[in-house]
């Protein structure tokens, strides 16, 4: 695999003070007036570390300093910059090649993230935490033999690591490989019993399998991280495919009580009520799901299909030509205005 080794090259060196004032002048000539508190903060700060690296150029701790401020800004590519001059200036330094993965990584080049992973490991192959996030970034990219390669290789230094059972668990999970799968996401909870995702995708995984104990898994996920909606989703909608309607408006009302702009759980919400004829407050789930999200075609089709039961014909012939304007081929909104005469 090839590796990105940061290189002591003298004449960077001697280059740096008058590179980094070019790049800051490239940051200024890039914004704009409209500079709200938080972004006032973050360039002011730049402004000052940046003559301090003018007075120091060769502090590498300054330019990790004001690679963490362009970052704050959403400035990825300056902090990528200085984050390649600390790591000329000390290469050596891992904490300054996990940070620089994690940019690589927001920055949408895992390949590179995982290389300066793979050099924090030949830097320091004891610390385990490289392993886990070299190969959670393989996993992101699908590279299951080397991510696998990762965590096993982090299992044997440290068997008790939870993160590094998980993510070999969604690994396999990946591969389609669910046995190991399970075998792997059992180990991370009983090492971590308070991993709700853990949980969470265990849950997921014995509900494929119309396995009773999916339930279990899904109420520990949220036992684990109260305000979690992802383990109360899936325990609602597994509520519905089993015809538990009228548990399922428990488990999505739960939701909502957490996060009340939720519009997946409105719109569910609604749908169990539809299915126990109670189209009165179905009507008014799917409206809500619409207000959290304008564009959301299926709750207009609903709520026209809500309308269309309360005789309500012109507003289900609007709300179905609403659903149409967002998605011209739903064939459900077609053959509702062709029911109710519309064109």
Not at 42 to 54: G, M, N, Q, W
Not at 162 to 182: E, K, N, Q, V
Not at 262 to 267: F, I, R
Not at 316 to 335: G, T
Request: proline share 3%.
């Amino acid at each position: 695999m090839k590796r990105i080794i940061f290189i002591d090259i003298p004449a960077v060196l001697i280059c740096l003070s008058l590179l980094s004032g070019c790049w800051r002048s490239g940051q200024k000539d890039g914004t704009t007036a409209a500079h709200n508190d938080s972004t006032k903060v973050h360039s002011h700060a730049i402004d000052e570390v940046s003559v301090l690296i003018k007075k120091d150029s060769l502090n590498a701790e300054l330019y990790f300093k004001r690679a963490q401020l362009y970052q704050g800004l959403g400035d990825l590519k300056s902090a990528l910059t200085d984050m390649y001059l600390a790591g000329v200036l000390d290469p050596k330094n891992n904490d300054y090649n996990l940070y620089a993965a994690d940019l690589f990584i927001q920055d949408k080049e895992p390949k590179r993230a995982i290389a300066l992973l793979d050099h924090a490991i030949s830097l320091d192959s004891s610390n385990v935490k490289y392993y886990v996030y070299g190969g959670k970034f393989a996993y992101l990219i699908k590279d299951y033999p080397t991510a696998l390669a990762h965590f096993n290789e982090g299992i044997r230094i440290d068997i008790f690591n939870p993160d590094l059972y998980y993510w070999r668990g969604m690994t396999y999970m990946d591969m389609g490989d669910t046995i190991r799968a399970l075998s792997a996401l059992q180990t991370c909870v009983e090492q971590d019993p308070k991993n709700s995702d853990a949980y969470l995708q265990i849950g997921l995984l014995l509900q494929e399998r119309k396995d009773k104990m999916a339930d279990k898994y899904l109420d520990n996920a949220v036992k684990a991280n109260p305000k979690a909606t992802d383990a109360l989703y899936a325990k609602g909608f597994a509520q519905q495919e089993a015809g538990k309607y009228k548990e399922s408006i428990e488990t999505f009302k739960a939701i909502i009580e957490r996060d009340y702009k939720n519009e997946e759980a409105l719109y569910a919400l609604g749908v169990s009520y539809m299915q126990v004829d109670s189209i009165q407050p179905a009507y008014k789930y799917f409206g809500m799901a619409i207000q959290m999200d304008p564009k959301y075609a299926e709750a207009y089709y609903k709520k026209g299909r809500c309308a269309e039961e309360m005789k309500h014909i012109q507003e289900a012939k609007s709300l179905y030509q609403d659903c149409l304007n967002i998605k011209p081929d739903y064939k459900l909104a077609l053959d509702g205005l062709k029911r109710l005469g519309g064109s």
